[in-house]
């Protein structure tokens, strides 16, 4: 009789915690391997560019699951390997150093890793991605640097906030119009903007960096497309990520975006994806969607394991995510395509303390909350039930 073999997870962070741990709250009593390119236990993320990096919290507050939550789970859980290669005919991963994993199924859940620019490598510049990042960035914020964040969106207004919440001389750098401005909208964009120079935050928006200043091997300015130059003698880069699938090259599996996944997060017979590195059709939208957020990687990868055991159901969230900058709290549900169109519906901009809806083709996509946690709970209905636009209330 031939071994029986394990299902196997790619990824250990919280998508692929998550489907580890749904397989087994659902009853499956297999062999089950979790393999993680870290070192560090499992951990989430979210708060390393706020609670960590402020230093706040500390590292063991942020573990999502003990020596013993692990024991229980039983499953092989290999640390520090990456996969650097799939072989999907003969059902077997491959990992560094050579070493292969074969399976009977496979999750993928290798999120993403952040982008880069020329001169990275310089001592001074940094990026934020792991709980290493982020207590290496705090070490350094300490020593009372001149700090320039290169990029507006979520993680670059968490880290500028948090930076001069420290006290410190900080610089905030976009090629965009306004800080989030592609996330959310020109209006919303304009109120972060607001939010930040408030606290003292300088900004140079619809400005890019031509390269990086050194001395020796040090950073100690930043050139932008205009011709001016910031000092600098920390930079954090927050210029977005890239879905970790190049171990997946020549698999033959779809890979655009991310793992290219049918609406229920199948790849291919037996393997799915789920997380950040998963691109899916949410059939509640009527696109195709890449969502990096800590919510959607708990909630697919529950839907990845449930459709792994025969649940066969369509994943269609509503996504939901948040921003703590200051003492705001941005939080929203839904989708923000750069074409709709946002309404006010309760409170106003200027008060910081409103919410809005974002509808397209006349249909609410979208709701967003600032500072107002219980309408918006309110409001997330507009979106599960495809409301109709309608005036501000």
């Known amino acids: 009789m031939s071994r029986p073999k394990p299902i ?17 709250g659902r009853g499956y009593d297999g062999l089950l391997t979790l393999i993680g390119d870290e070192q560090q236990l499992p951990y989430d993320r979210p708060p390393l560019s706020k609670q960590i990096l402020a230093g706040t919290w500390t590292p063991d507050k942020i573990v999502l699951a003990s020596d013993a939550g692990l024991d229980k789970l039983d499953a ?4 520090g390997r990456s996969a650097v290669g799939l072989d999907v005919a003969e059902r077997g991963v491959v990992l560094d150093g050579g070493q292969r994993i074969d399976f009977d199924a496979l999750i993928i859940a290798t999120g993403v890793v952040p982008r880069r620019l020329p001169g990275a490598g310089l001592a001074g510049v940094h990026l934020l991605r ?12 300490l020593g009372r640097p001149r700090v320039v964040v290169v990029g507006a969106g979520f993680l670059g207004t968490e880290i500028a906030a948090v930076a001069r919440g420290m006290g ?26 607001d939010l930040h120079t408030d606290h003292g ?41 890239s879905p970790a699938v ?17 609406a229920h997060c199948r790849v291919a017979p037996q393997i799915y994806a789920a997380g950040d590195v998963a691109s899916w059709y949410n059939n509640h939208f009527h696109t195709r969607m890449r969502v990096e957020h800590r919510v959607n990687a708990t909630e697919q990868a529950m839907a990845v394991a449930g459709n792994l055991l025969g649940d066969n159901r369509a994943y269609a969230p509503v996504p939901y995510f948040w921003s ?37 083709h006349g249909t ?14 309110a409001l997330r209905q507009l979106v599960v039930d495809r409301a109709p636009s309608s005036p501000p209330m």
Do not use: K
């Not at 092989?76 to 640390?79: D, G, K, T, V």
């Not at 750098?173 to 304009?190: F, K």
């Not at 609410?364 to 709970?377: A, I, Q, T």
């Open 8 to 24: 196997v997870i790619v990824g250990a962070s919280a998508a692929g915690l998550s489907a580890a741990q749904t397989l087994r």
């Open 76 to 79: 092989e859980l290999l640390l």
């Open 130 to 141: 792991t709980l290493d990042d982020a207590l290496s960035l705090r070490a350094h914020l």
């Open 168 to 193: 410190l001389d900080v610089t905030l750098v976009d090629p965009r119009p306004a800080p989030m401005q592609p996330q959310l909208g020109d209006r919303i964009g304009a109120v972060v903007a």
């Open 201 to 241: 935050t300088s900004l140079r928006c619809s400005v890019g960096v031509r390269r990086f200043i050194a001395a020796a091997t040090r950073v100690t300015g930043v050139e932008l497309t205009d011709g001016s130059v910031l000092d600098a003698d920390l930079v954090v880069l927050a210029v977005g990520a």
């Open 246 to 262: 190049g171990w997946l090259a020549g698999s033959g599996l779809p890979l655009g975006d991310g793992v290219q996944c049918d």
């Open 324 to 360: 703590d900058q200051y003492d705001a709290r941005i939080q929203a549900y839904g989708i923000f395509p750069p074409e709709a169109e946002m309404t006010v519906l309760q409170g106003d901009l200027a008060s910081r303390r409103f919410v809005a809806s974002y509808s397209h």
């Open 364 to 377: 609410v996509v979208g709701v967003l909350g600032w500072n107002s946690p219980r309408e918006l709970r």
